[in-house]
């Protein structure tokens, strides 16, 4: 097959793309989906096992209860139909990731199905068809050693743990999405995040992509593009499946490498092998993987040691009654009563700030303030310490409070500076590092009108600059009064006292 690439514009000239998502979130129960292992991240490898999730003979599943109400809820979110009954099924392969060589998971009886989110690029939104959300378990981690890949071709051996294995997941598959055209890229990406934005306001994940905790698989595929106005219905291509893509970047640069990977090789008249990738991030590429099982492959049956699933109705809607707003609705509306531009509430958002914000608003600080701190000073210290920023020590009634002694004048932003330096030691409430460290600005007159008159004795030729009219020249002088007074002065007033005494 051809290695050659087609440039984008190309492909779109001579295809119509469809793409297909299946996101797996891992859930944050204590336990396991069938049995009372513990889920903590990074414990020890295979310290965390028990002979039910090692598939040893004689052990008996449970389903987890809680595991179930994040599935409905997760369904509810993405407004699905619940199934009434439904169960779980084997799904039989044998690979070493899986100790029992079965995956306990739901094949055609899935909890939640039918379901959509709408997704917006670029001011164009897109529904994207929910096929089904079901219920799992996740496998063990293999850690290939040696080669030069890391993957398990060319490596020396293999170690698995085990403590991930029975971990509950939910997967979210959803229908072709066709129509995207040059925005199919944007629109996988979009939709992944829009995805995980609700899990995470849901509260069922801390879907961290990086840890593994939601993991997308990039189903697509190309066909002949169909002419503008033809009622021809236009026909799937061979799908490929790039597994396990951890990035919202990586999502969109796999489908647009796809895209042009595939009309290579149907450019020179070859056939698209439906099979799954792997992708690379260091360069951007993908690489064959296995031939794509179909479902038959996998010969699924019902599980015989689990019994149904059936979510009463009343159950259901009492669920629906806990879910959150939106998180598209929400930032929608709260963007509206901020006044925040597209480009203030996108780099909100993507700073992991806007609750932070929100709350800091609700304890009595304007929108842009609260944004100011939580983006810049709080930002930078969680940067520079490598800390996540809603874990610094700091609360948004601590940031509400630095900006009403800011709003009072008896600070200024930069001794502000100084109480979060107080704040992240742990020496009290705002007011009391205030006083602690005496960083109230200084609004006695005499000192202050002594300390300008001081700087005007020290820059004699500034002054004359100023008495002949050129008051931008009074910035120098304003530096050095903020100097003599430790920067415990109201530059306002200080300004104020430098051109009455020079003009």
């Not at 598939?55 to 619940?82: D, H, Q, T, W, Y």
């Not at 030069?148 to 170690?159: K, N, Q, V």
């Not at 490498?257 to 360069?283: C, F, N, P």
């Not at 009072?408 to 006083?435: C, H, M, Q, W």
Request: glycine share 8%; proline share 5%; hydrophobic share 40%.
């Amino acid at each position: 097959m051809s290695d050659t690439l087609v440039p984008f514009d190309d492909v779109l000239a001579s295809y119509d793309p469809a793409l297909g998502l299946e996101v797996h979130v891992e859930l944050n129960t204590v336990t396991k989906m069938f049995c009372g292992c513990p889920t903590e991240f990074g414990a020890e490898p295979n310290t965390q096992v028990c002979p039910t999730c090692l598939g040893l003979p004689g052990s008996m599943p449970v389903v987890n209860g809680k595991a179930v109400e994040s599935a409905v809820r997760i369904g509810l979110a993405l407004n699905c139909r619940i199934a009434e009954w439904c169960r779980f099924a084997r799904k039989n392969y044998f690979y070493p990731d899986m100790p029992k060589n079965f995956q306990t998971s739901q094949y055609d009886e899935p909890i939640a199905f039918d379901g959509f989110m709408d997704v917006d690029v670029d001011g164009e939104t897109f529904r994207v068809e929910i096929e089904r959300a079901h219920m799992e378990e996740d496998t063990g981690k293999s850690t290939h050693i040696g080669g030069a890949t890391g993957r398990i071709h060319g490596a020396d051996y293999s170690l698995v743990d085990y403590n991930r294995a029975g971990i509950p997941l939910i997967e979210i598959v959803t229908k072709p999405i066709v129509g995207a055209g040059a925005k199919a890229p944007e629109v996988a990406r979009a939709y992944v995040a829009q995805l995980r934005d609700l899990i995470v306001a849901l509260g069922v994940s801390d879907a961290r992509m990086e840890q593994g905790s939601i993991r997308a698989d990039v189903n697509l595929s190309l066909a002949p593009k169909v002419s503008t106005g033809s009622t021809t219905k236009p026909v799937l291509g061979t799908r490929t499946e790039t597994k396990n893509v951890n990035s919202l970047r990586s999502v969109e640069r796999a489908v647009r490498y796809e895209m042009s990977r595939h009309a290579a090789i149907l450019d020179a008249g070859e056939k698209v092998l439906q099979e799954t990738r792997h992708w690379h991030e260091d360069t951007g590429i993908t690489t064959s993987g296995r031939e794509k099982s179909d479902a038959e492959d996998y010969r699924y049956f019902p599980e015989p040691d689990l019994v149904p699933v059936a979510p009463s109705r009343e159950w259901v809607e009492e669920l629906r009654a806990t879910l959150p707003e939106n998180p598209t609705a929400q930032r929608a509306r709260l963007q509206a009563e901020w006044g925040f531009s597209d480009l203030e509430m996108r780099d909100t958002v993507g700073a992991g700030a806007l609750a932070l914000v929100e709350e800091t608003v609700a304890a009595g600080s304007s929108p842009q303030a609260a944004r100011k701190w939580w983006l810049g000073e709080l930002a930078r210290r969680a940067n520079d310490t490598d800390t996540a920023i809603d874990a610094l020590g700091v609360t948004a009634a601590d940031v509400a409070a630095v900006q009403a002694l800011v709003d009072a004048g008896t600070i200024n932003d930069k001794l502000a500076r100084s109480v979060f330096e107080g704040l992240y030691a742990g020496e009290g409430t705002p007011e009391e590092i205030v006083a602690a460290r005496g960083l109230e600005i200084v609004s006695d007159e005499g000192a202050l009108s002594a300390a300008v008159d001081k700087a005007i004795a020290a820059n004699p030729d500034v002054a004359d600059k100023i008495r002949d009219g050129k008051v931008a020249a009074a910035g120098a002088l304003i530096g050095a009064v903020m100097k003599e007074m430790r920067g415990q002065a109201d530059a306002g007033r200080v300004r104020e006292l430098i051109l009455a005494k020079l003009s």
